[in-house]
């Protein structure tokens, strides 16, 4: 029982988090880019708050 248990919490630990690792880091760099162009389109446009 103490040898599965111990095995089984550090491989799903492990695999939870690298899991959601890459793909939040990846997310994040999409979103803010394509936030960016967006943003830096409009302010020269509008040039009103610029």
Known sequence: APA???ATAP???PAKPNQPAAP???ARPEGSRLAQPPQ???APLQGDRA
């Open 4 to 6: 599965t248990a111990p």
């Open 11 to 13: 491989a799903p630990a």
């Open 24 to 26: 939040a880091p990846a």
């Open 40 to 42: 830096a389109s409009y």
